[in-house]
């Protein structure tokens, strides 16, 4: 459908002039997208396009960068500390997963049920989220001091269970941080499952009562295969999400104790800006191009499907 | 990322999920015109039948309780205490962090967070942030989806896909180019460096995407006749632009203006690497760096006033934050 305001494309493309060009709007159009050409020509296609030069050069700043072939990807792959952050961030991933990933649905279909005081739950479960992650972080750390004192540790006392030592031992670090991270996201999600709750067609459930469906029956039968595919959105998010956790175990534990928290994201910091040798930038670069080509492929997939979706 | 995208700090898995609202606003919007809000539905699972039963009353009485004591405790529960402790005396904190001000109400914590650790200035390199980082973004997100979504010169095609390409660009991969980039700007070389200045944040910020994204599809679903009868009426592009397209556009221009103020609020890894100045740094940034030289009580003070802001953002416009939150329903709509 064409809306521009003069249809100059025809003749103008026979004899394209500058002059021919402005009179056309050229000028103006172009005025307008230049904001958006300028910005993501320097602070997004240039940087995608020289991360990738990058991991290939070696690279401080001071002297032309050189190029050195696959080094930088053999010395992250050669790197000891890479196994462990690959594994940490797996098993931080699947932690939130099993914490985390069914709370939400559970609470928005409960939410989605009672009749009144859905818009006061609905805000009290966000409150997480709008806390900024750096405070909610710096909070819990004090929530997790190890003293039998410590906030969590009292409440344990409560419930006659000794206190815990949370981000001091290696056992027990990640789960913190995972429980800190699920508190901080579940809000966001609990609110896209009502929202999708509510796009579930009424007439469903009246024709699974016409069947004779009980509530259960009405909640699995129809609620959870209406949700399947925010579900599953949903389940890509969050993964790409916890890929690149940073914060919590930048903040909670620097890595530690123990290097039991080192993640992906930690490491590459570690070898930008953590280095006493000054930054490595091509293996920093060369990891984030590892880490990137493997979360692509997911947020591919994830558009894909969402699209597909929104237009049916 | 949502509005992530930009700056590279890991995307949180609590900004992600706003990344679907990408799949339509102007159905949306139509839906949350009959709908005004998330609270009210035309039915569930449980039907009027089905409550008229004591078994199910009973069972939704339960239903409330858990909750109330749930949500209250996880979601309210952490704030109450930390604005307890906010004016509580260390010790007392330590030894009993449960009791009510055992010892008294030390209001004087808030007063030495503000002045002295200098938390009235980090608050205002906030908000300095926060209200660039939004500026920008408008500007940005607004001219680039009205060329994209109605000037369309020839370009816009290609445009399109080289802008949306990026969403699928996972942030982590501009970080160390994009901080070389800052370092050593392009044009104006290392001796200009936007180390320290704000515009290292506000720049790479705009260069979102999913705002682009968002906007251009809310554009793309104005009613053409209004458009074509501006133009046969002789309003020029920038006519257009200012007086008919934008003056529609308030709901979507709501929306991102939450997602860029709150992204900028709440950014930490990227102002932590391009400002490296305390002078200059922001709340998010200073925080977990003066926490070993204050005490706790007034480190708590501090953090209960880095989150008063948000809060108070959230409970004056929460219907806007929720309707933003929930966009992402507008998945499978």
Same mark, same amino acid.
């Given at each position: ?88 961030? @797996?098993?931080?991933? #699947?932690?939130?997963?099993?914490? *985390?990933?069914?709370?939400? +649905?559970?609470? /928005?279909? $409960?939410? !989605? ?63 913190? @941080?995972?429980?800190? #991270?699920?508190?901080?996201?579940? *809000?966001?999600?609990?609110? +896209?499952?009502? /929202?999708? $709750?509510? !796009? ?113 | ?333």
């Amino acid at each position: 459908m064409t809306t521009t305001q003069h249809p100059p494309a025809a003749p103008a493309s026979r004899r394209a002039t500058p002059l021919s060009w402005i009179r056309a709007g050229g000028l103006s159009k172009l005025l307008f997208a230049l904001p958006m050409i300028l910005v993501f020509a320097i602070f997004s296609w240039t940087p995608i396009v020289r991360s990738v030069v990058m991991s290939f050069q070696k690279t401080n700043l001071l002297t032309p960068a050189e190029w050195v072939g696959l080094d930088n990807f053999q010395a992250v792959l050669n790197d000891p500390l890479l196994g462990t952050a690959v594994l940490n961030t @797996l098993y931080f991933a #699947a932690l939130a997963l099993v914490m *985390g990933f069914p709370v939400p +649905i559970l609470m /928005a279909v $409960l939410m !989605s049920e009672v009749k009144r005081g859905k818009g006061v739950y609905s805000a009290l479960a966000y409150l997480p989220v709008v806390v900024p992650p750096v405070v909610a972080v710096l909070l819990w750390k004090v929530f997790y001091d190890g003293s039998p004192d410590g906030v969590f540790n009292t409440i344990l006392g409560w419930f006659g269970i000794g206190p815990q030592p949370w981000l001091q031992s290696t056992s027990m670090a990640m789960p913190s @941080l995972v429980i800190e #991270a699920t508190w901080a996201a579940a *809000g966001g999600s609990i609110i +896209i499952y009502l /929202a999708a $709750l509510l !796009s579930v067609p009424p007439e469903l459930y009246d024709a699974a009562e016409v069947d004779g469906a009980s509530i259960w029956r009405k909640a699995w039968h129809v609620t959870l295969p209406q949700l399947r595919g925010v579900i599953f959105v949903m389940l890509i998010l969050q993964i790409l999400a916890t890929a690149q956790v940073f914060l919590e175990p930048f903040l909670f534990t620097g890595g530690g104790p123990a290097n039991s928290t080192v993640t992906v994201l930690l490491l590459i910091y570690r070898y930008a800006f953590q280095n006493s040798l000054g930054g490595n930038y091509g293996m920093a670069t060369a990891l984030s191009v590892m880490l990137a080509g493997f979360l692509a492929v997911l947020s591919w997939v994830y558009f894909r499907l969402t699209n597909r979706w929104s237009t049916s | 990322m949502s509005a992530d995208t930009a700056a590279p700090a890991p995307v949180s898995a609590a900004t992600m999920p706003s990344s679907p609202a990408a799949a339509s606003s102007v159905p949306e919007r139509r839906r949350a015109r009959r709908k005004p809000s998330l609270t009210d539905s035309e039915r569930g699972i449980v039907s009027d039948a089905d409550r008229r039963q004591p078994r199910v009353r009973r069972a939704m009485t339960g239903v409330h309780i858990f909750l109330s004591v749930t949500l209250v405790l996880a979601g309210l529960g952490p704030l109450l205490w930390l604005a307890k402790a906010a004016v509580t005396p260390t010790q007392d904190t330590l030894r009993q962090p449960f009791a009510l001000w055992p010892n008294g109400i030390d209001w004087a914590n808030l007063s030495t967070a503000w002045s002295d650790i200098h938390i009235d200035q980090y608050f205002f390199n906030t908000i300095v942030i926060a209200a660039g980082a939004w500026a920008f973004q408008l500007v940005v997100a607004t001219t680039g989806a009205y060329t994209l979504s109605v000037l369309r010169p020839r370009y816009a095609r290609v445009l399109n896909s080289l802008v949306l390409a990026t969403l699928f660009i996972p942030s982590v991969v501009l970080l160390v180019p994009l901080y070389l980039t800052i370092v050593d700007p392009p044009l104006l070389g290392r001796d200009h460096s936007l180390l320290n200045n704000y515009l290292a944040v506000w720049l790479p910020m705009a260069a979102n995407a999913f705002n682009i994204l968002l906007v251009k599809r809310f554009f793309d679903n104005l009613p053409r006749e209004v458009i074509e009868a501006a133009q046969t009426d002789g309003a020029g592009p920038f006519r257009l632009f200012w007086s008919i397209i934008l003056p529609m556009s308030r709901p979507i221009l709501g929306v991102v203006s939450v997602f860029a103020i709150i992204a900028a609020w709440k950014d930490f890894l990227w102002p932590l690497l391009v400002l490296p100045d305390p002078a200059v740094q922001p709340l998010s940034v200073r925080l977990p760096a003066v926490q070993s030289q204050t005490e706790l009580d007034v480190f708590l003070a501090a953090l209960a006033i880095a989150t008063i802001i948000p809060i108070a953002m959230f409970l004056i416009f929460q219907r806007v934050f929720l309707r933003s939150a929930g966009l992402g329903g507008a998945v499978k709509g």
